[in-house]
């Protein structure tokens, strides 16, 4: 299987501080690969290099054997969706007009009865279809996400009437403002997708779940890949104590292998941090 996705010794710094170092990774067409890692480790400013909207300091980024840099955005628009952190939107628009954007460059030239299956088709798997008329700026951070991701559902859909090559769908942290309920459904559809060929890449702060829908986990911490594989075999106590500092059991599923990381019984990190900060408040 040909590489879809090839960042080769990608570097990316501000005021010398280098946020992304050196890192080689690639995606093939099809798999689920979940970017995790602690706070400040570059998850965001990789998946933005990915995504060619931030050029590298150093290295590059080919999609299907082109660098990133020569693809106009029309064509990256083409080839990928991005759905990024906490997107702004500062106009009151209804949730379907917000999801009818992602037509606005591929999708501009469909029959409008084709354009309003697609959004109708994207509001229902995001899960919000009954919220169609509702003003963007009136929902929950969460409903807000939902809308977000059935933009970016319309894009690679219409991207599709282009004809078929290989697609991608970038999430920057989908499920941070989502009840458990939405964030499985969520992460359910983007595995849906992964099964007609899309790849998907997502930022997923939750070791369980990114073990439960991934192929694959690439593990960021200062910039560089520390880990990278599946889940079975990158999530272990010592990686959750190295990387996330975190004192952590690890079990496995008995059917399925799959790590669960479990909080220990006989230590509570997060209650022995605040003591000793409110000790010195």
């Not at 933005?48 to 290295?59: D, H, I, K, N, T």
């Not at 009437?161 to 499920?175: M, V």
């Amino acid at each position: 299987m040909n590489t879809f996705i090839q960042a080769e010794n990608l570097s990316y710094a501000v005021n010398g501080r280098k946020l992304i170092d050196a890192v080689s990774i690639g995606f093939d067409p099809g798999e689920f690969v979940a970017i995790i890692g602690p706070n400040g480790a570059g998850k965001s400013t990789l998946l933005r290099l990915l995504s060619g909207e931030l050029r590298p300091s150093a290295g590059r980024v080919a999609w299907s054997g082109e660098p990133a840099e020569k693809l106009s955005p029309a064509r990256l628009a083409l080839r990928r969706a991005v759905m990024a952190q906490g997107a702004a939107l500062a106009f009151s628009y209804p949730v379907h007009e917000v999801a009818r954007q992602g037509l606005a460059v591929v999708g501009r030239r469909l029959p409008k009865i084709q354009a309003d299956k697609i959004v109708t088709r994207a509001l229902a798997v995001s899960g919000v279809q009954h919220l169609s008329y509702r003003n963007f700026l009136t929902l929950s951070g969460g409903e807000q996400q939902r809308a977000r991701f059935a933009r970016a559902l319309c894009q690679l859909k219409a991207a599709q009437e282009h004809g078929r090559f290989c697609q991608a769908l970038l999430l920057d942290e989908p499920t941070s403002s989502l009840d458990l309920e939405h964030q499985l459904a969520l992460l359910g559809a983007a595995r849906a997708i992964v099964g007609s060929g899309v790849t998907v890449i997502a930022i997923v702060h939750d070791l369980n779940i990114a073990a439960r829908f991934a192929d694959r986990l690439v593990v960021l911490a200062g910039g560089r890949v520390v880990a990278d594989g599946p889940a079975a075999q990158v999530i272990d106590e010592a990686l959750v104590r190295e990387i996330f500092r975190a004192t952590m059991r690890v079990d496995r599923e008995s059917a399925t292998g799959l790590p669960i990381v479990l909080p220990q019984t006989n230590i509570n990190r997060c209650d022995v941090h605040a003591q000793a900060f409110l000790a010195r408040f």
